[in-house]
Structure formats: structure tokens, C-alpha cells
């Protein structure tokens, strides 16, 4: 199963997770652990994969541009590419593997985030037994950024054994504990969710049905001002944002390379025993990436009285290649789940102070919503 925070807090006693500054508190999330920059990045010319057996330092003497001291605020320019080494580095048992995935405001900042390792030739692939540093690949692909060292813009999960839920699992889990409903159907109208190789869910151009015309989507501006990453809720959204309402989308056509931010139209519920991982980029549905921000921790949308079970979920939208059209309960994506190793300490929501729990349709923590 997925490893849990007390699984975590255990490895780090034993030298398995390894930190060059000790943990900060909430760092340990309830089934993954936040990755921190260290104190130097590299602005590279072009990302890169080494190769087999190969470290990842030995690519700079070719690639490296310059370097910048994170331990004062740096500037990361749009379409730039920075190389950092974390804080953090493993010493993993032959039995335990994992992977990364950008933080959910990491996604919604459009900012392009890859886990590096020594020698291996795959992104945010961390395989069993691993012993060395990591490093992370950053390049922000819409907004200039300010980053420092210590900032958390990936998390790691890790895993031991076979995790994978099966569909006839989640067609039994949803009979238990429903993982998904239709926020605009009443409970007892509700059909059964699309279970086929994961958990499919639509997007949601319809918005609140109480306001005349609703916004229902974000879309980036272009040419703005840096985001501090330590700035929560410092910056006014409309000098980011291009607010899309439902009369502005009939059809939605999304055009190549903008970035949008929209919603779900169901509620997801993730039950306290299980995590899940959003399939970021699926042909299937056109060539459309959903999430940039994949890991969802055990308690998302989950009610601890059985009566408002579901929480939207927030898409990091990109089209690419050829403009593409959207429509209202469209198909667009879908949830892998994962068993836990053991049921976690914490679960997601406003006790460890998450902060998106309850969300609707939101904005990354760092601008005002209105």
C-alpha cells in the first residue's frame, strides 16, 4: 500500500528519508511528503533525463547557464528552465518505491515541475531501492515566479507492493462509501459513476445555478507581474485572470498553449483508507492535458457524518496543437486509486489546514478569490 505519515515520520528516524534541515511541521502530509528547494539552482539551457548510472550534477558543466542563491528570493522567468537540488535525498529498502507530482498551487500557477534522480531515464519515477539525491526540474510556463529555498513545490509519495484498485473494487467501494456524485443531480436521481480503468469525471460550464451568469473558468493573462510563491492571497486575481463566464462559452473552445483553470462537475470523495492520482493526459479525450498536480490524499471530500460526501476538483487545463472544443458534462478525465499501507493519523481537510479542502471552482492559494 501507499505509505502514511506515521510510515513517513518512521523512515525519516531511520535514515531512509533523509534531510540536509529537519522537517518543518506539516511537511508530512497524510500520504506523501512535500519536497523543499535547497539553497542553489542552476538556469539550464533545455531539461534532460540522464542517462543509465549516469548523475544528474554531471549535466551542468554542458548545460548550466548560471547559478542563483536561493537563500535570498530569485526570480524564475517564464519559459526559463531551473534545475535545483532539494533538501531532501533517500536511502530507500529494496522493497519500497514511489513517485512525485507537482502541489496543487504549483499546478494552478501553470509552473512545470519534474523529479529528477541519479541515473534513471524516466520524470517523477522514484524506483525501488534508490539511494541518492533528488533534484527538481522547474520551468514556469505562464507567470514569472519568486521562489526561495525552502519553498515546497513537489511532494513525493511512496509505495510498498501492489496499491492498484481494481474497477470491480471501486464499484464495491462507491456501493459502500459513494467516491463521486453529480453536484447538480439530487442524491436519490443519481446514475452510477463511469468506472472504467479508473474513475471518470466531467467538467462543469454550467456554474451556480442560483447566479444568472456564473463565472465557470479562469484564463491566464499573459505578460503579468512575478508571483511570490510566500504570498498567500497577495495578489488580486484580475491582474492575472481573465474570468470566463457561462454566456462567454457556447461552445468553449480552448486554444493552443493558453492555460485555463476549471472545475469539476461532480464531487470526488477519497475514503480514509485509500489515496488516488489524477491521470493528467489521456488521448482519448482529444489532446487536452487536465492536471498538472495529480495526488490526492485519503480524506479529500470525505464527510466524517456520511451526509455531504464530495468536493470539486480543480483542473489545470492546456490544449494542445489544435484549437478544441468543450462542452458542459464533458468527459475529461479520470482518478487511479491507491490503497493504503495503513489506515493515516491525519486526513486531508481544514484540521491540518489544507488548503483547498471544501473548495469549488479556486484559484492557487496566492490570489484573492472574490
Same mark, same amino acid.
Given at each position: 500500500?501507499? !505509505?502514511?505519515?506515521? %510510515?513517513?515520520?518512521?523512515? *525519516?528516524?531511520?535514515?531512509?528519508?533523509?534531510?540536509?534541515?529537519?522537517?518543518? @511541521? $506539516?511537511?508530512?502530509? &497524510? #500520504?506523501?511528503?512535500?519536497?523543499?528547494?535547497?539553497?542553489?539552482?542552476?538556469?539550464?539551457?533545455?531539461? =534532460?533525463?540522464?542517462?543509465?548510472?549516469?548523475? *544528474? /550534477? %554531471?549535466?551542468?558543466?554542458?548545460?548550466?547557464?548560471?547559478?542563483?542563491?536561493?537563500?535570498?528570493?530569485?526570480?524564475?522567468?517564464?519559459?526559463?528552465?531551473?534545475?535545483? &537540488?532539494?533538501?531532501?535525498?533517500?536511502?530507500?529498502?529494496?522493497?519500497?518505491?514511489? $513517485?512525485?507530482?507537482?502541489?496543487?498551487?504549483?499546478?494552478?500557477?501553470?509552473? =512545470?515541475?519534474?523529479?529528477?534522480?541519479?541515473?534513471? $531515464?524516466?520524470?517523477?519515477?522514484?524506483?525501488?531501492?534508490?539511494?541518492?539525491?533528488?533534484?527538481?526540474?522547474?520551468?514556469?510556463? +505562464?507567470?514569472?515566479?519568486?521562489?526561495?529555498?525552502?519553498?515546497? !513545490?513537489?511532494?513525493?509519495?511512496?509505495?510498498?507492493?501492489?496499491?492498484?484498485?481494481?474497477? #470491480?473494487?471501486?464499484?464495491?467501494?462507491?456501493?459502500?462509501?459513494?467516491?463521486?456524485?453529480?453536484?447538480?443531480?439530487?442524491?436519490?436521481?443519481? +446514475?452510477?459513476?463511469?468506472?472504467?480503468?479508473?474513475?471518470?469525471?466531467?467538467?462543469?460550464?454550467?456554474?451556480?445555478?442560483?447566479?444568472? %451568469?456564473?463565472?465557470?473558468?479562469?484564463?491566464?493573462?499573459?505578460?503579468?507581474?512575478?508571483?511570490?510563491?510566500?504570498?498567500?492571497? $497577495?495578489?488580486?486575481?484580475?491582474?492575472?485572470?481573465? &474570468?470566463?463566464?457561462?454566456?462567454?462559452?457556447?461552445?468553449?473552445?480552448?486554444?493552443?498553449?493558453?492555460?485555463?483553470?476549471? /472545475?469539476?462537475?461532480?464531487?470526488?470523495?477519497?475514503?480514509?483508507?485509500?489515496?488516488? @492520482?489524477?491521470?493528467?493526459?489521456?488521448?482519448?479525450?482529444?489532446?487536452?492535458?487536465?492536471?498538472?498536480?495529480?495526488?490526492?490524499?485519503?480524506?479529500?471530500?470525505?464527510?466524517?457524518?456520511?451526509?455531504?460526501?464530495?468536493? +470539486?476538483?480543480?483542473?489545470? *487545463?492546456?490544449?494542445?496543437?489544435?484549437?478544441?472544443?468543450?462542452?458542459?458534462?464533458? &468527459?475529461?478525465?479520470?482518478?487511479? =486509486? @491507491?490503497?493504503?499501507?495503513?489506515?493515516?493519523?491525519?486526513?486531508?481537510?481544514?484540521?491540518?489546514?489544507?488548503?483547498? #479542502?471544501?473548495?469549488?471552482?479556486?484559484? #492557487?492559494?496566492?490570489?484573492?478569490? @472574490?
Amino acid at each position: 500500500g501507499v !505509505l502514511v505519515d506515521t %510510515n513517513l515520520h518512521a523512515l *525519516v528516524q531511520q535514515g531512509v528519508l533523509r534531510a540536509s534541515h529537519p522537517l518543518i @511541521e $506539516g511537511q508530512v502530509q &497524510p #500520504a506523501s511528503v512535500d519536497l523543499r528547494l535547497g539553497p542553489k539552482a542552476y538556469r539550464i539551457q533545455a531539461g =534532460f533525463l540522464p542517462r543509465a548510472g549516469e548523475p *544528474v /550534477a %554531471n549535466y551542468l558543466a554542458n548545460l548550466s547557464m548560471y547559478e542563483l542563491d536561493l537563500t535570498q528570493p530569485q526570480i524564475f522567468e517564464k519559459g526559463g528552465v531551473y534545475l535545483v &537540488p532539494l533538501m531532501e535525498s533517500l536511502a530507500l529498502p529494496p522493497h519500497i518505491q514511489g $513517485g512525485a507530482s507537482p502541489k496543487s498551487s504549483t499546478g494552478r500557477l501553470d509552473i =512545470f515541475v519534474r523529479l529528477l534522480l541519479d541515473g534513471v $531515464g524516466t520524470y517523477d519515477t522514484v524506483p525501488a531501492g534508490y539511494t541518492g539525491p533528488l533534484y527538481l526540474e522547474i520551468s514556469p510556463l +505562464t507567470f514569472p515566479i519568486i521562489a526561495r529555498a525552502g519553498d515546497r !513545490l513537489s511532494q513525493l509519495r511512496l509505495r510498498q507492493g501492489d496499491v492498484a484498485v481494481s474497477d #470491480a473494487e471501486l464499484h464495491q467501494l462507491h456501493a459502500h462509501v459513494p467516491i463521486m456524485r453529480d453536484l447538480y443531480q439530487p442524491l436519490l436521481e443519481e +446514475t452510477p459513476p463511469n468506472i472504467e480503468g479508473g474513475l471518470w469525471f466531467s467538467i462543469d460550464l454550467h456554474g451556480d445555478v442560483q447566479a444568472p %451568469n456564473p463565472v465557470i473558468g479562469y484564463r491566464a493573462k499573459h505578460h503579468t507581474q512575478p508571483v511570490d510563491l510566500a504570498r498567500v492571497g $497577495g495578489y488580486n486575481l484580475h491582474q492575472y485572470w481573465e &474570468p470566463i463566464r457561462r454566456n462567454d462559452c457556447t461552445p468553449l473552445i480552448l486554444y493552443p498553449e493558453e492555460f485555463y483553470i476549471f /472545475a469539476s462537475r461532480e464531487g470526488v470523495c477519497i475514503p480514509p483508507t485509500y489515496a488516488a @492520482e489524477m491521470v493528467a493526459y489521456d488521448t482519448r479525450i482529444g489532446e487536452i492535458r487536465v492536471h498538472y498536480a495529480g495526488f490526492f490524499d485519503p480524506g479529500f471530500g470525505y464527510d466524517p457524518t456520511g451526509s455531504a460526501h464530495g468536493t +470539486t476538483a480543480v483542473l489545470e *487545463v492546456r490544449a494542445h496543437d489544435v484549437p478544441c472544443v468543450l462542452n458542459d458534462a464533458q &468527459p475529461i478525465g479520470r482518478f487511479l =486509486f @491507491e490503497r493504503l499501507l495503513q489506515p493515516s493519523t491525519t486526513l486531508y481537510g481544514s484540521g491540518i489546514a489544507s488548503n483547498y #479542502a471544501g473548495q469549488g471552482l479556486k484559484l #492557487a492559494k496566492q490570489f484573492r478569490m @472574490e
